[in-house]
């Protein structure tokens, strides 16, 4: 694939556009809004967004309040020219309502671009990315991008924002559900793959969307893991862990870029020329547009480097923000600034023509309607909801086994946690559009694969645990099966957490059940690494399952029973309690190497190693590696190894490659994944695996910011986690 690119046909046929265009036209074209609900309540929208905050109402009832209210979708400004795009407008009848007025009755007939959330699926809603990072499989990042991308487009849509591509190492940061995790090389594999699934190689398509890297950059390094705060990093650390799956996006052609809501070392991504000018287009080359975050440019005056809303627009558009989202700072005072100077029309000129460059790019001038029909085909079709289970089960995470799993079908189970029968929960943040009584949960699943079982909920996140429930649940089970975690909207945007332990009274239930002695499965349904080092030491085994989409339940049941060997690997750390975060594989070197030596880099109240480390996952069977040999050739180094699966399953297993600089000028991580390879691996089978490591990977800044590769020795490790033993040294 292509990097995102002009073309002169196409320049051609914008300048003949701008030449048409008043001010007010342009600055209309990079006005993106969302519909606002409207007149006619009984109760007025603050009311009863004040009434939810409080309980008094709960979520369904105030989605059924916004969705039988009348909106306004600014038609009047759709046919004066001053919308150039929607966020959050969606089904294809109403797109095209919209549509032919921009066509059909506005001065220019440019038409609209409709842009939404499309993060984990739309309607079939695929394991949370963090989850489906846990697959290290970019074949299925690429399917469910693509997956979602069709049910997408069907519903009028054109542009996703998405893939999220922050490097995050802070679990308190409720947005670390969203991306791929911790590691630059892996979520920058994950974002070519998320890319090539959204957009495909025809942008024209109509089954596919746009896509958006996003959030433009260091977002994940909110200070304390606090959302929207601010980040700050030095360079080498910008463009070592942050930059690599964003570069990875731009050469994989993506179309649009969304700048993040935080500030980068002082100034905010919004109005930063360093990061849309030097870095996006003078360094990457990059000839999309990047919209704004919502309401980012207006942020600014809150972060005080901005007078007013004028003062903002004209900062967010002298740095490179085509499309203002929400905020109305463009539509508002660009006109007047450029008129009276203050803004070289220039400068508007170039915003507009990356937008509308956006709009011939997607074909919209040619096809600018969806075929209405579509949407009932494609929804949730077998195809997506097959896929979905897939993805749910290469997902999951086996944490801890004492031999407890697969369990048979046929013993007296028990089956207790809220969290086993409530759907919506299942499906994780950013679900718009997906509906809780369309996803399979864990006591559906059962029921339609006829195992028996006794159910009480007996506690949840939220709900005290009762003690009798609980006691006459499990009485006559020989095993209990306990699903406890975080309820949705415990991870995502706005959800950060100081404590990322097991909420309310679920520990408690887990020690009872311990302590009846009855066997414990437990099941962690979940937004991010979670300090769950009770429950590990409570259960007899662990299985991280995530916020596992539509299909959770089947691919858990698939997994416990053992109609599918768990596969899927930790993107993240887990760490042993919340005060250990930030915590990540790949630090830097200390002078004080971590050991139980007094003086050494710890906490003295923690265990020294994480409680579960990156890449980290368990398998119905055992790998083991040996003969490893490193070659290094001109360009590259060629590491080869032998993998047997010593188990009697079948089984998936990822071989991981991690490198480490042993002396260079610069402190450098203990380890940095560098490679990998998913293999398939029958009982007593032995595969030769060869993985290649291009010697230009394996550089650092400088303090002079150029990127360097010192010879000397490195050392290649290969194994099934972080933490693998097997390791040759190679002199560069
Ligand atoms: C704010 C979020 O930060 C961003 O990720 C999202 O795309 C926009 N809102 C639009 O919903």
């Known amino acids: 694939m292509r990097k995102f690119c002009s073309d002169l046909e196409i320049e051609r046929k914008i300048d003949s556009l701008l030449r048409k265009m008043t001010v007010e036209e342009k600055a209309g074209q990079l006005n993106q ?36 209210e009348k909106w306004d979708e600014q038609e009047d400004d759709i046919r004066t020219g001053r919308v150039g795009s929607f966020l959050g407008v969606r089904d294809a009848r109403r797109c095209n309502h919209l549509q032919k007025i921009a066509v059909e009755q506005s001065r220019l007939g440019i038409p609209l671009l409709f842009g939404m959330d499309v993060i984990h699926g739309h309607r079939t809603m695929f394991p949370i990315p963090l989850a489906e990072s846990c697959s290290w499989d970019e074949t299925l990042f690429e399917r469910t991008a693509q997956a979602a991308a069709v049910e997408a487009a069907a519903d009028g849509i054109h542009w996703t924002f998405a893939p999220m591509l922050d490097i995050a190492r802070d679990a308190r940061w409720g947005r670390i559900a969203e991306g ?108 999309g547009l990047v919209v704004s975050d919502a309401g980012s440019i207006w942020e600014c005056i809150a972060h005080g480097v901005a007078a007013d809303r ?78 979905a289970r897939d993805a749910a089960r290469k997902s999951m995470v086996l944490l801890k086994n004492n031999g407890i799993l697969p369990m048979k079908k046929d013993c007296k189970i028990a089956v207790v946690g809220e969290l086993s029968d409530i759907g919506s929960e299942m499906l994780g943040t950013w679900t718009l559009y997906g509906k809780g009584e369309e996803t399979v949960t864990f006591i559906d699943a ?78 962690l349904v979940n ?93 119905y069977t055992t790998y083991t590696y040996n003969n490893l040999e490193v070659k290094a050739l001109e360009d590259t180094l060629e590491v080869i190894v032998e993998v047997m699966n010593d188990g009697n399953m079948a089984g998936e297993e990822t071989v991981q490659l991690y490198v480490q600089d042993v002396l260079a000028s610069r402190a450098r991580p203990v380890r940095e994944l560098k490679g990998f390879k998913k293999i398939c691996l029958q009982p007593g089978e032995l595969q030769k695996v060869s ?42």
Not at 198 to 211: E, H, K, N, S, V
């Open 180 to 287: 791929a995790g911790e590691d630059p090389y892996l979520a920058s594999r994950y974002a070519a793959a998320k890319v090539r699934g959204f957009q495909g190689d025809d942008l024209t398509d109509p089954a596919r969307i746009l896509a958006c890297a996003k959030h433009f950059i260091a977002y994940g390094a909110a200070i304390g893991g606090r959302d929207y705060n601010s980040a700050d990093i030095s360079l080498q650390t910008l463009w070592e862990v942050y930059m690599p799956p964003f570069i990875a996006a731009c050469e994989s052609g993506v179309a649009t870029y969304m700048a993040a809501f935080n500030d980068l070392n002082g100034i905010p991504c919004s109005v930063n020329s360093y990061l849309l000018q030097d870095v996006l287009r003078d360094k990457l080359g990059f000839e």
């Open 527 to 619: 937004g991010r690494p979670m300090a769950v080092g009770n429950a590990v030491s409570y259960s007899d085994a662990v299985l991280e399952a995530w916020h596992g989409g539509t299909e959770t339940g089947n691919a858990i049941v698939d997994i416990l029973f053992g109609d599918y060997n768990p596969s899927a690997r930790l993107t993240t750390t887990f760490p042993n309690a919340s005060g250990e975060c930030p915590i990540y594989y790949n630090h830097v070197s200390t002078g004080r190497p971590t050991s139980d030596v007094r003086h050494s880099c710890k906490y003295i109240d923690s265990p020294l190693k994480p409680l579960y480390p990156f890449g980290y996952g368990l398998s």
């Open 446 to 523: 059962l029921k339609t694969q006829n195992i028996s079982f006794v159910y009480a909920p007996c506690c949840g996140v939220e709900t005290p645990l009762d003690r009798q429930a609980l006691q006459a649940v499990i009485i006559d089970a020989d095993v209990v099966i306990a699903m406890v975690g975080e309820l949705r909207d415990m991870s995502g945007e706005a959800s950060s957490l100081s404590y990322i332990g097991l909420a309310g009274d679920q520990d408690e239930m887990l020690r009872l059940i311990k302590e009846s002695n009855k066997p414990l499965v437990t099941v």
């Open 691 to 732: 993985l290649s490591v291009p010697v230009n990977s394996l550089g650092f800044y400088n303090d002079s910011m150029e990127y360097i590769v010192e010879p000397g020795e490195f050392k290649i490790y290969v194994g099934h986690d972080s933490e693998a033993e097997l390791c040759q040294s190679v002199v560069l």
């Open 310 to 387: 004028k003062d903002a627009g004209k900062q967010a558009l002298i740095a490179g923000i085509a499309i203002d989202m929400v905020s109305r700072c463009y539509l508002d005072f660009v006109p007047d600034m450029v008129l009276s100077g203050e803004i070289p029309e220039e400068r508007l000129d170039e915003a507009v023509r990356q937008v509308l460059r956006l709009k011939y790019a997607k074909g919209l001038f040619d096809q600018p309607y969806t075929d209405e029909t579509l949407e009932e085909k494609v929804t949730l079709c077998p195809e997506h909801r097959a896929l």
């Open 33 to 68: 809004v969302g519909p606002s609900p409207v007149g006619g309540f009984e109760i007025s929208l603050e009311e009863k967004q004040k009434m939810l905050a409080e309980g008094k109402i709960t979520e369904e009832e105030f989605d059924r309040f916004l969705s039988e």
